[in-house]
């Protein structure tokens, strides 16, 4: 009876030394996952969206005369747009104005150009057309090794820049070339022009 009843105590304490055990073996659990989620949280970042106005120091312009051609003005658009602003004053057949603008994706989202438009007032009238070429694009390398991308679509991953360049050209090939009277008046000289480019999320 003794042994019996001996056996019993063991068997009580085992049972009690185990769901000691266990109540610990979950509270380390339970310890162990709560640091987890507070670690969790602690570690996340939220992303930033943040298309770069170029500084003015930063635009090249060409070509290299003297005096040097003026840089066109940069400003924001109401809902983050790079709105672009130049004058262009050409003289003769083959003179041409042209900058790059370097736009860096300064966030840690990518970005896609949406769209290339350009104000109703400051464009290329059918007129002016008739004696100067327009061109934007996307630039690579430099001189010689410079690439000409179209902008369509073009991506600019968070953290890189994208190299625009517009261009407008005197062409060479004119029949007849429009008086002073209407050159100094806005055919070929003290032309306002702006060109907007909208970015969005690239999906």
């Excluded at 290299?64 to 602003?85: A, L, V, Y």
């Excluded at 902008?151 to 070339?177: F, S």
């Amino acid at each position: 009876m003794k042994s019996e009843e001996k056996r019993r105590k063991d068997n009580r304490k085992l049972l009690v030394a185990l769901a000691v055990l266990l109540v610990g073996i979950g509270v380390g659990y339970a310890a162990l996952s709560t640091n987890y989620i507070f670690n969790g949280i602690v570690n996340v970042k939220s992303n930033q969206w943040e298309i770069k106005k170029p500084d003015e120091e930063d635009i090249v312009v060409e070509p290299d005369d003297d005096p040097k051609p003026p840089k066109p003005t940069i400003e924001d658009g109401p809902n983050g747009e790079i709105i672009i602003n130049y004058t262009v004053d050409l003289e003769l057949p083959g003179d041409y104005y042209s900058f790059i603008v370097p736009i860096e994706n300064a966030g840690s989202i990518d970005a896609v150009l949406a769209s290339v438009t350009h104000s109703d007032t400051k464009k290329l009238s059918a007129r002016q057309a008739e004696f100067l070429d327009y061109e934007i694009v996307e630039v690579k390398g430099e001189g010689n090794d410079e690439e000409k991308i179209q902008l369509t679509n073009q991506k600019i991953a968070a953290g890189e820049t994208m190299y625009v360049r517009v261009t407008v050209t005197y062409k060479e090939d004119q029949d007849k070339l429009p008086t002073e009277a209407e050159a100094t008046a806005g055919i070929t000289k003290n032309i306002q022009l702006q060109t907007v480019l909208t970015f969005q999320q690239d999906k």
